[in-house]
T-cell receptor, first 112, second 113 residues
């Protein structure tokens, strides 16, 4: 089945810095979802990408889907302490399955 | 904004006991899911439910697990005889249509003693 690899595994940045998280799939990506999770809490939906080359932005977060590379990136501009948490990428599994498969997550710390 | 709600937030149970985790999906959503996350590991799919029946389940979802939508609002996950390895965070999710994102609840932390 599909595997998602996220990099880096963790990141510590100073407030105001830009950063990028990557999510690489072992198979063709049909739908890619970004979620944010605070420790011990639920997954908050951020963005959904469904087409190669698609790019979406919400506030200071931009996500892109590179179909050829089977990869998605999440970019945060001018990071703030409120951006801290665990960022998970999830993807529709193959063959019309309804389930999402997830990466292991990227823990972001933003120091004021 | 509508959200998925889960109760209880934390459940502590003796091994071998039955446990029921409850979820209220977003109103008007049609697809319902359970996932779990063992501490330090990935979020894993358990089961999907549509039109009052299981549409897909993972290898984890064996005979000890069952799901039910007893009325128009609740969606439950039952574990019949809990094992130590069932200790995990259990997430309920729902979505309106197949091409829409899944929205997750805050989870129930299940601790088996």
């Amino acid at each position: 089945s599909q595997e998602l690899e996220q990099s880096p595994q963790s990141l510590i940045v100073q407030e105001g810095k830009n950063l990028t998280i990557n999510c690489t799939s072992s198979k063709t990506l049909y739908g890619l979802y970004w979620y944010k999770q605070k420790y011990g809490e639920g997954l908050i939906f951020l963005m959904m990408l469904q087409k190669g080359g698609e790019e979406k932005s919400h506030e200071k977060i931009t996500a892109k889907l590179d179909e050829k590379k089977q990869q998605s990136s999440l970019h945060i501009t001018a990071s703030q302490p409120s951006h801290a948490g665990i960022y998970l990428c999830g993807a529709d599994d193959q063959g019309g399955s309804e389930k999402l498969v997830f990466g292991k997550g990227m823990k972001l710390t933003v120091n004021p | 904004e509508p959200e998925v709600t889960q109760t209880p937030s934390h459940q502590v149970t003796q091994m071998g006991q039955e446990v029921i985790l409850r979820c209220v999906p977003i109103s008007n959503h049609l697809y319902f899911y359970w996932y779990r996350q063992i501490l330090g590991q990935k979020v894993e799919f358990l089961v999907s439910f549509y039109n009052n029946e299981i549409s897909e389940k993972s290898e984890i979802f064996d005979d000890q697990f069952s799901v039910e939508r007893p009325d128009g609002s609740n969606f439950t996950l039952k574990i019949r005889s809990t094992k130590l390895e069932d200790s995990a965070m259990y997430f309920c999710a729902s979505r309106g249509f197949r091409n829409q994102p899944q929205h997750f609840g805050d989870g129930t932390r299940l601790s088996i003693l």
